[in-house]
């Protein structure tokens, strides 16, 4: 295969692919499953346009209603019995082409909102066909693949086939899940996998399309990440600071208490968690958290204007048991601040829910990836055994937008075949020893077994000297006693030197520490 400057016809190439020599013969051969189903595509063209939403740089979930809306609302006038997948950016694909002049078209679509319905004007333009003829002649060889645009499945327009592919394959789990990278989500249904912290384990599936050897192949696989549990924000803010029973605290919260449950609630770009009110009936507006008062709901003013047009400071406390007739359970807490801060707009923790569907997109404790990993541990029989029901219930073959392409996915792993590769030799360090008249060096040769190996009665090939070190002891001194501590060093050192990586003399520092704050200083003292 070469590869030339592109458009000059008869021009030098600028290199030439090196073939593949050859297959690997050495192992022995080994029959696998890998998680990849084979999709059958028709040789047919189909239609990309380009679709601009405003306002813009709504997120995708909106972006994929609003089209949603106006598919159904001018089903008549343009689209009929189409059914145009959208990756929910600026990419639309039809299997038949819709009425739009060459200049495009511009439509009004209406979504209802909280209090007031959204207005989004939407344009729509053609682009070009995109042949997956091209496709196949590609996959099959008689066509070079660098006739194929370049693929960047997260480009907001592309020509490429195989984005095509992948966003008719993507539009009705991107509708009915909660997608996440190219992952999918669905709240938890039978299963409950809490991680602390207000956070828990949601489960789903990735979902990727990839070229392979003359044939499309979709690959699914299990995924796990971490989500805000729905629940009332008073038992999220619990969950954070370890509180088992808010009706036995009946002081306002400490100051490091508050810092922490505001951390959580919002992050350091002052995008909080979207909450949701419970005081004003079946109407549950939402809020996005943008900050915590540092006074509690009983002390905490904010500048009401009267039907007079007078203004005065009224706490939060006394609004909502004028306005709504609501005696506040626990106005020792502190309020939620919710959309703009210099609208001092505040809601008691008692009558917000945290909204369902937030990822959790701060770094997990330690605890909480142990539990994460313990949830989500599967063997493979078990992890083929969820792949396989995985595809069996997306049931691609009543999927209206799949049929509407004339796609047909399989619903059997790939079978390919493997080599299980020779253990190679690992070789040991080992004593020196004398031996008459010359050194004598025992050095061990072993092979592993089932990928693992034993370190017992045998050293590193190359041992380093340690000659300086420290010991800094976290346990309360009276737990664990300077005798205790001797003897782990005494241990410590022998083991070491039957290892081959010998400890020498006594450790220059040796203290206990004082809490975790005290980490720093004390490295700092050691450098």
């Not at 645009?149 to 984005?163: E, Y």
């Not at 004003?280 to 009401?304: D, E, I, W």
């Not at 003897?487 to 975790?516: E, H, N």
Request: with cysteine.
């Amino acid at each position: 295969m070469e590869i030339g400057t592109p458009g000059a016809v008869g021009a030098q190439p600028l290199f030439t692919v090196p073939r593949r020599p050859g297959c690997g013969t050495m192992g022995k051969p080994i029959k696998l499953l890998a998680n990849c189903f084979q999709v059958d595509i028709p040789k047919i063209d189909v239609y990309l346009y380009e679709v601009d939403i405003k306002p813009d740089k709504c997120p995708r979930r909106v972006n994929r209603e609003v089209v949603d809306s106006m598919v159904q609302h001018f089903k008549v006038q343009i689209f009929g019995e189409r059914r145009p997948v959208y990756d929910g950016k600026k990419s639309l694909y039809t299997a038949d082409p819709i009425p739009v002049s060459t200049t495009g078209v511009d439509l009004e679509v209406t979504l209802p909102g909280e209090g007031k319905d959204r207005i989004f004007r939407v344009s729509i333009k053609f682009v070009s066909r995109v042949s997956w003829h091209l496709l196949h002649e590609v996959l099959t060889g008689r066509s070079m693949p660098e006739l194929l645009p370049g693929l960047d499945l997260d480009k907001p327009l592309s020509t490429n086939p195989v984005h095509a592919v992948d966003v008719v394959l993507r539009h009705l789990p991107s509708m009915k899940y909660t997608p996440v990278g190219r992952s999918f989500f669905s709240a938890p249904e039978g299963y409950d996998h809490p991680l602390g912290g207000g956070r828990e384990v949601w489960f789903g599936f990735h979902q990727s399309v990839r070229p392979a050897m003359w044939k499309m192949m979709l690959n699914i696989d299990v995924s796990a990440t971490a989500f805000y549990k729905a629940q009332p924000v008073i038992q999220f803010m619990c969950e954070v600071l370890d509180i088992h029973n808010i009706d036995e605290q009946p002081r306002p919260l400490t100051d490091s208490h508050r810092v922490k449950f505001t951390k959580e609630i919002k992050d350091k770009l002052l995008t909080g968690l979207k909450v949701e009110v419970t005081h004003c009936g079946p109407m549950r507006r939402k809020y996005r958290v943008c900050n915590v008062t540092r006074r509690p709901a009983s002390h905490q003013t904010f500048p009401l204007q009267l039907e007079n047009g007078q203004t005065v400071e009224c706490t939060v406390a006394q609004y909502f048991k004028q306005k709504y007739n609501l005696q506040l359970k626990y106005p020792h807490l502190p309020c939620l601040q919710v959309g703009q801060e210099q609208k001092h707009t505040y809601l008691p923790l008692e009558v917000c829910n945290i909204v369902a569907g937030q990822r959790c997109i701060k770094k997990l404790t330690d605890n909480q990836t142990s539990t994460m990993i313990k949830a989500t541990a599967r063997s493979a029989p078990d992890r083929q055994e969820e792949i396989s029901k995985l595809v069996k219930n997306a049931n691609y073959d009543a999927d209206p937008f799949v049929q509407e392409f004339q796609f047909k996915v399989r619903d059997e792993m790939a079978h390919v075949t493997g080599r299980v590769l020779p253990a190679p030799m690992l070789q040991y360090g080992g004593r020196v020893e004398p031996s008459h008249f010359r050194l004598q060096t025992n050095r061990t040769v072993a092979t592993p077994s089932h990928g693992v190996w034993d370190m017992r009665g045998k050293q590193f090939h190359t041992g380093v000297e340690i000659k300086m070190w420290a010991i800094a002891c976290f346990a309360a001194q009276r737990q664990c006693r300077e005798e205790v501590l001797k003897s782990f060093t005494d241990q410590l050192r022998k083991i070491s030197k039957d290892a081959g990586m010998p400890i020498q003399g006594q450790p220059c520092f040796c203290k206990y520490a004082q809490g975790a704050d005290s980490v720093e200083p004390m490295f700092r003292h050691l450098k």
